[in-house]
């Protein structure tokens, strides 16, 4: 960490601790604590290596535990790079997948924020084959309930929501496709009989992005797949853009960007993103978890 510092010439020390309780915050100084067995002096800068997948693995699940156990509000991750985790005997596709996998938690999705932009997904990381037969109202009903609580946890206390359509024009009736018909419209009916706030039909995914934007129409998106919702979302904010994690128990954000290793190295990264991170996990980490919940607001 000390030689991180001095890539980016920053006049800031690394402190090494044994425990959250020995982290002294003070100015100019990141308090580290590193898990045990983790032979970072070995790593090499910029290179996919089982070693670095491992360290990556050790830190996540230590900031999880510690999140879980009460003793830090929230996890704020930076990018992994998938290949070096799997080298490692982890397979997992991503963050995402662990963080569900260590709270046990069963339902969660990524949610891409920045400003007034959100938008949650039905599917991520999969063919888009899969993503198509992933479309299934349980899914889309339980992404909608997810998207609503994570809005709710940013201080919007009824939030309007808006669901994608697949195909192009939201299927035209069934002329290009049928599961806005058959799985989209039920799932948008079940959480409107709950009382969430949801645009009463689908919404074609070549306007439902700009009506959100540009007319402030909605406070959140769920889009069906991966490139449909991240597409939007990096061309609204590419540097600046965070990723939520939303249905954990805990907290937890993180840069939405790649590892960059032709860059390591070299100081030239941006950090808006992870300030951007810090700055979500902060404002999620004030807002009581009860008051999420339909109904929870004082």
């Not at 959140?220 to 990096?234: E, F, L």
């Not at 808006?272 to 807002?287: E, G, K, T, V």
Request: overall charge negative; some cysteine; glycine content about 12%.
């Amino acid at each position: 960490m000390q030689w991180a510092f001095g890539v980016i010439g920053a006049p800031c020390r690394a402190r090494s601790i044994g425990s959250v309780a020995e982290a002294a915050f003070a100015p100019g100084t990141l308090d580290v604590l590193e898990p045990g067995g983790v032979q970072l002096d070995r790593l090499q800068i910029g290179k996919v290596q089982a070693l670095a997948g491992q360290a990556a693995y050790e830190f996540i699940v230590t900031a999880i535990d510690l999140a879980q156990a009460g003793d830090v509000a929230a996890v704020i991750t930076s990018a992994i790079n998938k290949e070096a985790l799997h080298l490692a005997g982890h397979k997992f596709d991503g963050h995402t997948e662990l963080f569900a996998w260590r709270t046990g938690t069963r339902k969660v999705t990524m949610m891409l924020a920045s400003g007034h932009f959100r938008v949650t997904h039905v599917s991520t990381h999969c063919a888009l084959r899969q993503a198509v037969e992933r479309c299934k109202t349980e899914r889309i009903l339980d992404v909608i309930r997810l998207t609503d609580e994570g809005i709710r946890r940013m201080g919007i206390a009824t939030p309007h929501l808006a669901v994608a359509g697949l195909n192009p024009h939201a299927g035209e009736g069934g002329i290009f496709g049928v599961e806005e018909i058959e799985q989209i419209q039920p799932a948008i009916e079940l959480a409107r009989r709950e009382g969430l706030n949801v645009y009463p039909s689908p919404v074609p995914g070549d306007t439902v992005f700009v009506r959100m934007r540009e007319g402030r129409e909605f406070d959140g998106v769920v889009a069906q797949y991966h490139d449909q919702g991240h597409v939007a979302a990096k061309l609204l904010d590419f540097w600046g853009g965070v990723n939520i994690t939303l249905g954990l128990p805990i907290i937890r954000t993180s840069v939405d960007h790649g590892t960059a290793f032709d860059i390591a190295g070299t100081g030239k990264a941006r950090p808006d993103s992870l300030i951007n991170a810090i700055a979500y996990a902060r404002q999620m980490a004030l807002i009581p978890a009860h008051m999420a919940l339909p109904g929870g607001e004082e």
